[in-house]
Nanobody, 126 residues
């Protein structure tokens, strides 16, 4: 049974940083694409970042709104994926979810991911 557990959320002032972690179990972690999504109150869940296996390399992709500020990384030995968030803005406030896809490739579409964590709240004050 695949389980994803996020941690690291919290309250931070605008301009600050947070690092989210997602610990995975129940799947050979290194073989599967991982993504981060977020959902703000009253809004749909949106793609934030993903790490996929393409052309024999792990590659990362970001939403335009976070590119240059957020970094997704993974430690396959620890079965953990991270989201380093810098220069946070109030509009980054949301519940952040990590997700695992059933293959090494996935786009930013949420329906391509088959397992999800419970989410962690990130609140950025102005």
């Amino acid at each position: 049974q695949v389980q994803l557990v996020e941690s690291g959320g919290g309250l931070v002032q605008a301009g600050g940083s947070l690092r989210l972690s997602c610990a995975a179990s129940g799947r050979t972690f290194r073989d599967y694409a991982m993504g981060w999504f977020r959902q703000a109150p009253g809004k749909e869940r949106e793609f934030v970042a993903r790490a996929v296996f393409s052309w024999s390399h792990w590659r990362t992709y970001y939403a335009d709104s976070v590119r240059g500020r957020f970094t997704i990384s993974r430690d396959n030995a620890k079965n953990t994926v991270y989201l380093q968030m810098n220069s946070l803005k109030p509009e980054d406030t949301a519940v952040y979810y990590c997700a695992s896809a059933p293959t090494g490739l996935a786009t930013g579409e949420a329906n391509e991911y088959d397992h999800w964590g419970q989410g962690t709240q990130v609140t950025v004050s102005s």
